[in-house]
């Protein structure tokens, strides 16, 4: 009765080896994607744990040495030959982390708007704080510009139509994860760089 038992037992281990002596292929693939599984699981869990909420990051960061200016984005020859210059509203700011957890793989996000009337000028976004913060560190320089501005023949052509020239501010917004979350609005100055002209905003926005 035992030999049988044993004989039984030998048969269905013999089922899964091929005449060659190797594990059968399906329960090789079967084994494999279990244990990945396991794996992913582990460092989604894991990742997830570590993760900032939206509302965290708003409470928890804080701007320093914010900088706000036009600067001359690029030039180029219109159809009729003559140069011409784009200038953009940019954004700088550094981050002092308020987290208890570390700041890390924080992509920032600015849509720059006309004061009056809140229509989009344009958007820049840079990932930044790769290498993470911790509590009451400050972050590197993080630098965001328009994708959009004003267009025109030359840097003292704006000195000359600086009446026409339209307050502005940018919305940041910050995300760890796939939403983004408001943080904080900013006005743009107007400061052009590259020209001693900073003419004072008539509207700012609260």
Not at 11 to 18: D, L, P, Q
Not at 51 to 76: A, P
Not at 137 to 152: A, D, F, N, T, V
């Amino acid at each position: 009765m035992k030999e049988e038992h044993n004989k039984k037992i030998a048969e269905e281990i013999e089922s899964f080896i091929n005449p060659s002596g190797r594990i059968n292929s399906m329960v090789i693939a079967v084994i494999t994607i279990s244990i990945m599984s396991i794996l992913i699981w582990s460092f989604y869990k894991k990742d997830i744990k570590g993760q900032i909420s939206g509302k965290e990051l708003k409470r928890d960061i804080r701007f320093e040495s914010v900088k706000t200016t036009w600067i001359k984005k690029e030039s180029y020859k219109d159809e009729n030959g003559e140069e011409e210059i784009i200038i953009v509203p940019q954004i700088k700011f550094k981050i002092r982390s308020k987290s208890e957890k570390e700041l890390k793989w924080i992509n920032f996000i600015g849509i720059f708007r006309f004061t009056d009337t809140g229509k989009n000028i344009g958007e820049g976004n840079m990932m930044s704080i790769k290498e993470g913060i911790s509590k009451n560190q400050l972050s590197e320089e993080i630098c965001i510009k328009s994708s959009l501005g004003y267009r025109g023949p030359s840097l003292e052509a704006f000195r000359k139509n600086s009446k026409d020239w339209r307050d502005a501010y940018v919305e940041i917004y910050a995300r760890q994860g796939s939403v983004f979350q408001f943080i904080k609005s900013f006005n743009i100055s107007k400061r052009l760089e590259g020209l001693d002209l900073e003419i004072k905003l008539k509207t700012l926005k609260k």
